[in-house]
């Protein structure tokens, strides 16, 4: 199975539309982290927003926050207001073995990328 | 403070030739990460280390690829006899215990 699952290959908004990327996780840790990184065409990689597997509240970072559903294993990035710089491609990562101080295997989906539309 | 370094940020070779890819991580990030990405595609892991040890090394696509970690910091990646299907971007990213911050990559074109 998919530890990391991203199902729209591309997304198209309309500029200053909101705009939900999906991410679904597969793990039997029960410490973990998920996060988010934007990649421009540019190529380089940009940290979003991270959410840990205990944080109670939805991780929000300006613009970007983060739909945690735990019980559904999903991590959905929300972007507001989008913009045209907002276009690239945008990836889900789950780091794993937080609690036993060793090894953070870290795994990244396979993207969505992200087209802002004026 | 400075970020994540790699070099070359671009390297032509011929097939049959060996490369080596270099990686300068964030001072103090003990964790340090090796990814491959082809043209559109996603990350692929290659190999983790933690200090100078490799405990993952599972994503090593075959025996031509091996690498190492010196001092807890720099890191090289080393491609021997390489084939047009290693053409890609090599990524490393380094962490302490939170995000990986990642170096603009190593653009790999085999010929």
């Known amino acids: 199975a998919q530890k990391i699952t991203q199902t729209q290959p591309g997304m198209f908004v309309q500029e200053k539309e909101a705009v939900t990327l999906d991410c679904t996780y597969d793990?039997?840790?029960?410490?973990?982290?998920l996060f988010w990184y934007k990649q421009p065409s540019s190529g380089e990689m940009i940290f979003l927003i991270y959410q840990g597997s205990y944080d109670e509240q939805n991780a929000t970072e300006g613009r970007y926050s983060l739909n945690f559903q735990k019980a559904r294993k999903s991590a959905n990035l929300v972007i507001s207001a989008s913009q045209l710089g907002d276009s690239a491609m945008y990836f889900c990562?789950?780091?794993?073995?937080?609690?036993?101080?060793?090894?953070?295997?870290?795994?990244f989906g396979t993207g969505t990328k992200l087209q802002v539309i004026p | 403070g400075a970020g994540v370094s790699q070099s070359p940020s671009n390297k032509v070779t011929e097939k049959g030739k060996d490369v080596e890819l270099r990686c300068d991580p964030i001072s103090g990030h003990t964790a340090l990460y090796w990814y491959r990405q082809s043209l559109g595609q996603g990350l692929e892991f290659l190999i983790y280390?933690?200090?100078?040890?490799?405990?993952?090394k599972s994503g090593l696509p075959s025996d031509r690829f091996s690498a190492e970690r010196t001092g807890g910091s720099v890191s090289t990646l080393t491609i021997q006899r390489t084939q047009q299907e290693d053409s890609a971007v090599y990524l490393c990213a380094s962490s302490a215990s939170g995000e990986q911050y990642f170096g603009p990559g190593t653009r790999l074109t085999v010929t």
């Open positions: 280390f933690q200090g100078n040890s490799a405990p993952d």
């Open positions: 990562a789950m780091r794993e073995g937080i609690r036993s101080g060793g090894y953070q295997k870290v795994t």
């Open positions: 793990t039997s840790d029960q410490s973990y982290g």
